[in-house]
């Protein structure tokens, strides 16, 4: 990418990242809407992975948790990993629930703080399969991604006292 377009200022560097995180950001919503319809018990077609009521909400939710993120990591670890965590199930509540980018967030991070022992273990449990898929060179991730949007999903449905299909 960074050849194709040969940024030689930090502006066209910036913009490109964006509109890769913005592909990440739409695709890991596809996953989430997926992992809800699974927990719904719903077979759903390819199409309908990319259904969303506002993408525009997905997009600016991620952007606003990305960067609260990454200023928390730039003061110190830390609020970075907070923030990080407050923010787990944002997009849940835009996929799931329609709410837009500021709700979503407050809603996630109450969510957290209600619940604040189950979601460290959640974190904890992401964290290490993540570490799991990375230690076999990145292969596992493709194993590790799709389990881990899973357990969050069924840790949101448990959670929020969603509708979750039998087994």
Known sequence: MVQ?????????????????????????????????????????????????????????TALLAFLGTWIGLALCVLPGLVAGVLCMF?????????LGPFDAIKS???LVVNNAWKVFLLALSVAMITFLGLLLCGI?????????ILAVTYSYRTLTGGRIAPV
């Open 90 to 98: 944002a997009l849940h509540f835009v996929v799931d629930q329609d």
């Open 108 to 110: 996630s991070a109450t």
């Open 140 to 148: 596992g991730l493709l194993v590790a991604g799709p389990v881990s």
């Open 4 to 60: 194709t377009f040969e940024p030689n200022s930090l502006l066209p560097l910036m913009l490109l990242f964006l509109a890769v995180m913005a592909a990440l950001w739409l695709l890991q919503a596809a996953m989430v809407r997926g992992a809800l319809y699974e927990t719904d018990g719903a077979k759903p077609v390819f199409g309908s992975y990319f259904k969303f009521v506002n993408a525009g909400n997905v997009l600016l």
